[in-house]
C-alpha cells in the first residue's frame, strides 16, 4: 500500500548507525521513526537559532523600549 509521507534514502556512517539503532531498540521504535523523531528535533533547534539571530538583530536596531500601555494605545 503506497504510503503518504516522504521517503528519503540516506547513508550513515557506521557509528552514526549503530547509535541509531541502539537509540530504537531502547525507545522500542523502528529506526526510521527514531530517525525521523531525530531530524524534527534537529530541525526544530536550527528554527529556533534562525529566530535568535533574528531577534537580535531587532533588538539592536531598536534603541528603546515602550510599556505594555504605550503599545496597546
Given at each position: 500500500?503506497?504510503?503518504?509521507?516522504k521517503?528519503?534514502?540516506?547513508?550513515?556512517?557506521?557509528d552514526?548507525?549503530?547509535?541509531?539503532?541502539?537509540?530504537?531498540?531502547?525507545?522500542?521504535?523502528?529506526?526510521?521513526?527514531?530517525?525521523?523523531?531525530?531530524?524534527?528535533?534537529?530541525?526544530?533547534?536550527?528554527?529556533?537559532?534562525?529566530?535568535?539571530?533574528?531577534?537580535?538583530?531587532?533588538?539592536?536596531?531598536?534603541?528603546?523600549?515602550?510599556?505594555?500601555?504605550?503599545?496597546?494605545?
Amino acid at each position: 500500500m503506497p504510503t503518504k509521507k516522504k521517503r528519503l534514502n540516506i547513508t550513515l556512517q557506521k557509528d552514526v548507525a549503530l547509535f541509531l539503532k541502539k537509540m530504537s531498540l531502547r525507545d522500542d521504535v523502528p529506526q526510521a521513526t527514531k530517525a525521523a523523531e531525530l531530524l524534527e528535533m534537529a530541525m526544530e533547534i536550527e528554527e529556533d537559532d534562525y529566530f535568535t539571530v533574528l531577534a537580535e538583530k531587532r533588538l539592536k536596531a531598536n534603541k528603546g523600549f515602550i510599556s505594555h500601555e504605550e503599545f496597546w494605545k
